[in-house]
């Protein structure tokens, strides 16, 4: 069975209709439509008759909306406003893609930034919101939040993907101009006497850092050393601060492999010798539900994923450094 169309006056006896119930004056009306107020009343009678129904009370100097008049108008505004609405979409220029990762402090500024970075010199088109924060463990979870870097933790919800990224590596690195006043730094022994760069119990009990410390005492026992009394030249909760002080020639620091890795390809930091300490724990990139559609958002996450393995191909061990070296 056929639905018969609804039959429905033109759409600029509407609009007039609109304009003059809003003034309540033809004479306005006039004014604002730049037509001439006969025609704006031919209009709105035209109107009524087709409706059945009186929209306006006519007095001697002004108008007046029926009951009917008051209710058309309020679905008029309403429709006219929507349609207004769809054509401003349809117009408006598309948003850029935009991809909202989020992680700690270290991982956002040390790791993610330089491959968004990379990324973006391939696709300017994309932007990018990174939420870094060591006291907030609930940025992963955000609606707008696509992608997130996590440690340690293989948990993932329903219709959440998650990718292993790397495996957790610690060694000391510093500057070349560092090594060349200080050392040479043999091996751990000759460590006790540096100004050594360590992360504050601060940092280690921020919301966001759910996993267990890995400290210098740790790294001096896990290369059979045990230094109860060490005392750093510099402390800090902030890593990205500890690694941009090692860059400046301040000390040594603990370099995780994937927060360092890019300044020791560009020669900003160097590994001493080769004692690294694995830990026993992964990084992964964890991909939001909402973002699993995303064209843009898994073009970066195989970009990263590709660009990692592609890394651990063609990396080869960093060696010690010598005071020597260019």
């Known amino acids: 069975m056929l639905l018969k169309r609804r039959y429905l006056p033109s759409l600029g006896s509407f609009a007039t209709f609109e304009v003059a119930a809003k003034h309540l004056s033809f004479t306005l009306a006039e004014n604002e439509l730049n037509v001439t107020q006969a025609a704006i009343s031919q209009q709105i009678r035209g109107l009524e008759k087709s409706l059945g129904v009186t929209l306006f009370i006519r007095k001697h100097n002004s108008l007046e909306l029926t009951l009917d008049g008051q209710r058309l108008l309020t679905a008029v505004s309403g429709g006219l406003d929507i349609i207004c609405d769809a054509i401003n979409d349809i117009n408006a220029p598309s948003d850029p893609p935009l991809i909202t990762c989020s992680g700690t402090n270290a991982a956002i500024a040390c790791w ?36 997130s870097v996590i440690c340690g933790n293989e ?11 790397f495996s957790e590596i610690v060694q000391p690195v510093c500057s070349r101009d560092y090594l060349n006043q200080h050392g040479p730094f043999p091996d751990a022994q000759s460590l006790v006497q540096a100004d050594l760069l360590d992360l504050h119990r601060k940092h280690w009990t921020a919301d966001a850092i759910g996993w267990h410390p890995i400290t210098w005492d740790d790294w001096f026992r896990a290369s059979g050393l045990d230094l109860p009394h060490l ?13 941009n002080a090692a860059v400046r020639g301040e000390g040594i620091v603990l370099g ?10 560009d020669g900003a930091l160097c590994a001493l010798f ?53």
């Open 256 to 265: 995780w492999h994937h927060l360092v890795r890019s300044l020791m390809d």
């Open 112 to 147: 993610l930034k330089p491959l968004v970075d990379r990324f973006r010199s391939e696709r300017p088109d994309v932007r990018f919101v990174l939420l870094a924060s060591d006291e907030d463990d609930t940025l992963r979870n955000f609606d707008e939040v696509d992608l």
């Open 231 to 243: 005392s750093p030249s510099m402390i800090s909760n902030n890593y990205p601060l500890l690694v």
């Open 155 to 165: 948990r993932c919800e329903v219709g959440e993907s998650l990718y292993y990224l």
């Open 274 to 326: 080769d004692a690294p300490l694995h830990v026993d724990r992964g990084y992964y990139m964890k991909v939001n539900q909402a973002s699993l559609d995303k064209p843009h958002v898994q073009e970066f996450k195989d970009f990263v994923l590709t660009g990692l393995a592609a890394s651990e191909q063609e990396r080869k061990p960093h060696g010690a450094a010598t005071g020597d070296g260019p």
